[in-house]
């Protein structure tokens, strides 16, 4: 694949540069010192040092990709489903707002060439690392832990988004990956689960670094619960959200005042912002925060959300900012936006003074997982226990234990939606994997069209449950096949 071959220079050039990178931009998360020449890549992996600063490279890279990991999965899918809207500045025109995502888009190709470019540093680094015999047994098998995590990671957003079009290269050697075939979605959900597992045989409780930005065993866990979630198997999704539960390095859940704070226990893995060119803490903060009071904000949350709050929720309290915007300066008349606002700091001065990291595992989810899990096997006791739970830390009252099936569904897609607003592509996700309460395959199907009726050049159909693929990589790439309707 041409893509293939882009990134393949990109992942050389990024292991022959990671020393000055590091020593600029992850010094606290290496906590190593580095060597001050360039490392040839086949010795990147044969000291603990070099190696801990290769595998740490591969989340500053994630922090470049603003299509991606780094603000995009959050921004594209909430537009994309009833989270977000666009102001009056580019209504007509987003296609993610208006489901318009073409082959040829933009959009799609940065998308695809950000997630594919993560998995080929991933594999580089699988293989250099087994290779390795010159590496302390613990660190070679923290680190290898780390890279089937973040493997693992990238495919299960790779998949929910291109389902079975997507390739899944599981080597960097260039004549393997430039004719990878399209994969059925169960094939690379069974490869993730895998992934996963070979990450919790080599990871601890112990993080590796203070901030959380690099994964321990828990983060393998939480992510495994969700795959099996997803792919309906529910007792092992107890089994692992238990383990989380469990640990004791999470809980209590603190309150949403303070969950998106850099101190908070409630993350579980999360990104740390880059101080090149400007530290930007996280990139919702930067998306979504209003600046200033003058001009509508770009995005704003949509109305169907917005009345979805119970009155008193303190997530509303915490996690929804209101900005009064003037139609004229200095004029007393204000119409009032609201914003995402689970994070306030779209800017810092250095690492040590942002109080905000970019949260992309928390231990709530794993509630809302143990919910809907145990309302799969029938145990509603169970699961409307864990649903108070998420309710309890929001303030508000619990439900009550003898809710029907219709009841405990309904609860569970609440919650669901409130607590993952914004936040890593949750609400489009949840939409598409859940059936239709009409009895369609698709809840999306119901409720996106729905939330988006009147928008200007909206379009909806059930083949957009899935983006398509880039026709730069269908013409690089003859083994991949097109998703239907594109």
């Given at each position: 694949?041409?893509?293939?071959?882009?990134?393949?220079?990109?992942?050389?050039s990024?292991?022959?540069?990671?020393?000055?990178?590091?020593?600029?931009?992850c010094?606290?998360?290496?906590?190593?010192p580095?060597?001050?020449n360039?490392?040839?890549v086949?010795?990147?992996?044969?000291?603990?040092?070099?190696a801990?600063?290769a595998?740490?490279s591969?989340?500053?890279q994630?922090?470049k990709?603003t299509n991606?990991e780094?603000?995009?999965?959050?921004?594209?899918t909430?537009?994309?489903?009833?989270?977000?809207?666009r102001?009056?500045?580019?209504?007509?025109?987003?296609n993610?707002?208006i489901?318009?995502l073409?082959?040829?888009?933009?959009?799609?190709?940065s998308?695809?060439?950000?997630?594919?470019?993560?998995?080929?540093?991933i594999?580089?680094?699988?293989?250099q690392?087994?290779?390795?015999a010159?590496l302390?047994?613990?660190?070679?098998?923290q680190?290898?832990?780390?890279?089937?995590f973040?493997r693992?990671?990238?495919?299960?957003?790779?998949?929910?988004?291109?389902?079975?079009?997507?390739?899944?290269p599981?080597?960097s050697?260039?004549t393997i990956?430039?004719v990878?075939?399209?994969?059925?979605?169960?094939?690379?959900?069974a490869?993730i689960?895998?992934?996963?597992?070979?990450?919790?045989?080599n990871l601890?409780?112990?993080?590796p670094?203070?901030d959380?930005g690099?994964?321990?065993?828990q983060?393998?866990?939480a992510?495994?619960?969700r795959?099996?979630?997803?792919?309906g198997?529910y007792a092992?999704?107890?089994?692992?959200?238990s383990?989380?539960?469990n640990?004791?390095?999470?809980?209590?859940l603190?309150?949403?005042?303070?969950s998106?704070?850099?101190?908070?226990?409630?993350?579980?893995?999360?990104?740390q912002?880059?101080?090149?060119?400007t530290?930007?803490?996280?990139?919702d903060a930067?998306l979504?925060?209003?600046?200033?009071?003058y001009?509508p904000?770009?995005?704003?949350?949509?109305?169907?959300l917005?009345a979805?709050f119970?009155?008193?929720?303190l997530?509303?309290?915490?996690?929804v900012?209101?900005?009064?915007?003037?139609?004229?300066i200095?004029?007393?008349?204000?119409?009032n936006?609201?914003?995402?606002?689970k994070?306030?700091?779209?800017?810092?001065?250095?690492?040590?003074?942002?109080?905000?990291?970019y949260?992309?595992?928390?231990?709530?989810?794993?509630?809302?997982?143990?919910?809907?899990?145990?309302?799969k096997?029938?145990?509603?006791?169970?699961?409307?226990?864990?649903?108070?739970?998420?309710?309890?830390?929001?303030?508000?009252a619990?439900?009550s234990p003898?809710l029907?099936?219709?009841?405990?569904?309904a609860?569970?897609e609440?919650?669901?939606?409130?607590?993952?607003?914004?936040?890593?592509?949750h609400?489009?996700?949840?939409?598409?994997?859940?059936?239709?309460?009409?009895?369609?395959?698709?809840?999306?199907d119901?409720?996106?069209?729905?939330s988006?009726?009147g928008?200007?050049?909206?379009?909806?159909?059930?083949?957009?449950?899935?983006?398509?693929?880039s026709?730069?990589?269908?013409?690089?790439?003859?083994?991949?096949?097109?998703?239907?309707?594109?």
């Amino acid at each position: 694949m041409k893509r293939t071959i882009r990134i393949k220079n990109k992942v050389i050039s990024l292991l022959l540069g990671f020393s000055a990178l590091c020593i600029v931009s992850c010094k606290k998360a290496l906590e190593v010192p580095l060597p001050s020449n360039l490392i040839l890549v086949q010795n990147a992996y044969n000291d603990d040092g070099t190696a801990i600063a290769a595998v740490s490279s591969m989340y500053t890279q994630m922090t470049k990709h603003t299509n991606f990991e780094w603000g995009g999965i959050t921004a594209n899918t909430s537009l994309y489903s009833d989270d977000i809207q666009r102001s009056s500045s580019g209504v007509t025109t987003n296609n993610f707002y208006i489901a318009n995502l073409t082959a040829a888009g933009s959009d799609v190709k940065s998308m695809m060439a950000e997630a594919y470019s993560t998995i080929l540093y991933i594999n580089t680094s699988i293989e250099q690392l087994t290779a390795s015999a010159s590496l302390s047994p613990p660190i070679k098998k923290q680190l290898l832990g780390e890279c089937y995590f973040a493997r693992a990671y990238t495919y299960f957003y790779i998949v929910n988004y291109w389902g079975s079009a997507a390739a899944m290269p599981l080597t960097s050697e260039l004549t393997i990956s430039q004719v990878s075939p399209s994969t059925p979605a169960d094939k690379i959900y069974a490869q993730i689960i895998a992934d996963l597992k070979l990450a919790q045989a080599n990871l601890t409780n112990a993080y590796p670094v203070t901030d959380k930005g690099r994964p321990n065993l828990q983060a393998a866990n939480a992510l495994l619960a969700r795959v099996y979630l997803y792919s309906g198997k529910y007792a092992d999704a107890i089994t692992q959200a238990s383990a989380v539960v469990n640990s004791g390095l999470y809980s209590p859940l603190p309150s949403p005042a303070v969950s998106f704070l850099k101190t908070s226990n409630e993350i579980i893995w999360c990104l740390q912002g880059q101080a090149s060119p400007t530290l930007n803490p996280t990139p919702d903060a930067y998306l979504f925060f209003p600046t200033n009071s003058y001009f509508p904000p770009t995005y704003t949350l949509t109305p169907s959300l917005l009345a979805s709050f119970e009155p008193g929720d303190l997530r509303y309290t915490n996690w929804v900012y209101t900005v009064a915007v003037s139609a004229v300066i200095g004029s007393p008349v204000k119409t009032n936006y609201y914003v995402p606002g689970k994070y306030k700091q779209p800017t810092a001065s250095s690492i040590s003074s942002a109080t905000e990291n970019y949260v992309l595992l928390r231990a709530a989810e794993m509630y809302l997982v143990l919910a809907e899990a145990y309302y799969k096997t029938g145990d509603l006791p169970n699961a409307v226990a864990n649903l108070n739970v998420i309710r309890t830390r929001a303030g508000l009252a619990n439900l009550s234990p003898s809710l029907t099936m219709d009841q405990c569904r309904a609860a569970i897609e609440q919650e669901n939606r409130i607590e993952f607003f914004a936040e890593q592509g949750h609400r489009f996700f949840d939409l598409k994997r859940w059936p239709g309460i009409s009895g369609g395959k698709w809840r999306s199907d119901e409720v996106i069209p729905v939330s988006k009726a009147g928008v200007p050049n909206f379009t909806w159909a059930t083949y957009k449950n899935y983006f398509p693929i880039s026709d730069l990589d269908l013409l690089s790439d003859k083994n991949l096949i097109q998703n239907p309707g594109y």
